[in-house]
């Protein structure tokens, strides 16, 4: 079976700019979670989205969206970049719905805002 | 929100030395426990998890204790090698497919 994938793998932007960030979850798997991590700050929880709605919010600003396909496909957006978003966005697929299962991360992509 | 701490931050144990590292939450209501290994540009993988219901749990070199009372869980390592050599990340979660993780523990295994 497939691992979790992520497109793309890198990316650099500009300040201002916004950016979409795609993750493909095992197949079979229909959460999907997605964390940022940095230096500074570790890994850090940002939304999780399951059956096409967004379940569970971490505490990022409004400039961080996302949202789920019918096949379970994820993606994530950030708007009006800002340096500090520069950051490793992983994301993370469970199989089941509710409860704390297992999840699996991608590879990550690796976000520059210059 | 749940508050996971997780010492030491860096650890150096000799080969077939253990290797300890303690995390603390916050949240009573936490139930799931993993631990994730995370080598250099690549992604974290699970390595053992326990559930509130289970005191320990073991596979092969790898355990982790939990006390929910103290609200403390531990990664124990025996006979560490050279590629075990990552960072470790404690997490918690309270029944929501959302991770609260630990800061992170680099382990260097020196041979």
């Known amino acids: 079976k497939a691992g979790v994938t992520q497109t793309p793998r890198y990316l650099i932007k500009t300040r201002g700019q916004q950016v979409t960030l795609s993750c493909s979850p095992i197949?079979?798997?229909?959460?999907v979670s997605w964390y940022q991590q940095t230096p500074g700050q570790g890994l850090q929880f940002l939304f999780e989205?399951?059956?096409?709605?967004?379940?569970n919010k971490g505490n990022f600003p409004g400039r961080f969206s996302g949202r789920q396909f019918s096949n379970s496909r994820s993606e994530m957006n950030v708007s009006t970049l800002e340096l500090g978003d520069s950051a490793l966005y992983l994301c993370?697929?469970?199989?089941?719905?509710?409860?704390?299962?297992?999840?699996?991360f991608g590879p990550g992509t690796r976000l520059t805002v210059l | 929100g749940e508050n996971v701490e997780q010492h030491p931050s860096t650890l150096s144990v000799q080969e077939g030395d253990s290797a300890v590292i303690k995390c603390t939450y916050s949240?009573?209501?936490?139930?799931?426990f993993p631990w994730y290994k995370q080598e250099l540009g690549k992604r974290p993988q699970l390595i053992i998890d326990?559930?509130?219901?289970?005191g320990e749990k073991k596979d092969q070199r790898i355990a982790v204790t939990l006390n929910k009372t103290a609200k403390h869980f531990s990664l124990h390592i025996t006979e560490t090698q050279p590629e075990d050599s990552a960072v470790y990340f404690c997490?918690?979660?309270?029944?929501?497919?959302?991770?609260?993780f630990g800061t992170g523990t680099r382990l260097t295994v020196i041979p």
């Open positions: 993370a697929s469970s199989r089941e719905g509710q409860g704390s299962n297992e999840q699996f």
């Open positions: 197949s079979g798997h229909r959460s």
């Open positions: 989205y399951f059956s096409e709605t967004q379940r």
């Open positions: 949240d009573s209501a936490s139930n799931y």
């Open positions: 326990i559930r509130s219901n289970v």
């Open positions: 997490a918690a979660s309270s029944g929501a497919n959302n991770l609260f």
